[in-house]
Antibody, heavy 118, light 108 residues
Framework: QVQLVQSGAEVKKPGASVKVSCKAS????????MHWVRQAPGQGLEWMGW????????NYAQKFQGWVTMTRDTSISTAYMELSRLRSDDTAVYYC???????????WGQGTTVTVSS | EIVLTQSPGTLSLSPGERATLSCRAS???????LAWYQQKPGQAPRLLIY???SRATGIPDRFSGSGSGTDFTLTISRLEPEDFAVYYC?????????FGQGTKLEIK
């Protein structure tokens, strides 16, 4: 079945970086954009950006430019999101989600909790 | 950046009632690029509606979307117990995606 499986929870210190993975299965990885969306505790959804797994091209939300890096490894159908210079307000659940041609994010990963604390 | 404002913030209704959720954009949004999601506690969001009015695969027909321009609506015709959750609208425009702040649908 179609699924996205994300890496496990992370605890990081302020100023560190975190890299979250998202492994796709059950569909053609290069046929769908992969988005990253985060959700701080008790808050709403915040779009971070997408990567085109076919070309490697990226599109980041303005807030995250220079701060987030999205990559992929097509040989293992896995997308990655790396966030640097972490602060306490980066504590959130990070989701990956696929999309085909602006038809909505129809499959989501289970989420990865990233906690930033000294 | 297009800002989406959802109302009400919280909606208290009983099972069997009709729910109407609003999403207003700060500037015109292409209907092709307006989606709705449902999120339950501890779960990832679930796509309900894309293209303003098309139901995603497996979504019951009690969910419907409508609207154009700057005003969009999600309607749940007869609430089931499993429908009580938080709902988000989302748009794509000018190469950017944004989400509304969410409407919490709670049992009255």
């Amino acid at each position: 079945q179609v699924q996205l499986v994300q890496s496990g929870a992370e605890v990081k210190k302020p100023g560190a970086s975190v890299k979250v993975s998202c492994k796709a299965s059950g569909y053609t990885f290069t046929g769908y954009y992969m988005h990253w969306v985060r959700q701080a505790p008790g808050q709403g959804l915040e779009w971070m950006g997408w990567i085109n797994p076919n070309s490697g091209g990226t599109n980041y939300a303005q807030k995250f430019q220079g701060w987030v890096t999205m990559t992929r490894d097509t040989s293992i159908s896995t997308a990655y999101m790396e966030l640097s210079r972490l602060r306490s307000d980066d504590t959130a659940v990070y989701y990956c989600a696929r999309e085909f041609r602006q038809y909505g994010m129809d499959v989501w990963g289970q989420g990865t909790t990233v906690t930033v604390s000294s | 950046e297009i800002v989406l404002t959802q109302s009400p913030g919280t909606l208290s209704l009983s099972p069997g009632e009709r729910a109407t959720l609003s999403c207003r954009a700060s500037q015109s949004v292409s209907s092709s690029y307006l989606a709705w999601y449902q999120q339950k506690p501890g779960q990832a969001p679930r796509l309900l509606i894309y293209g303003a009015s098309s139901r995603a695969t497996g979504i019951p027909d009690r969910f419907s979307g409508s609207g154009s321009g700057t005003d969009f609506t999600l309607t749940i015709s007869r609430l089931e117990p499993e429908d009580f959750a938080v709902y988000y609208c989302q748009q794509y425009g000018s190469s950017r995606y944004t989400f509304g702040q969410g409407t919490k649908l709670e049992i009255k």
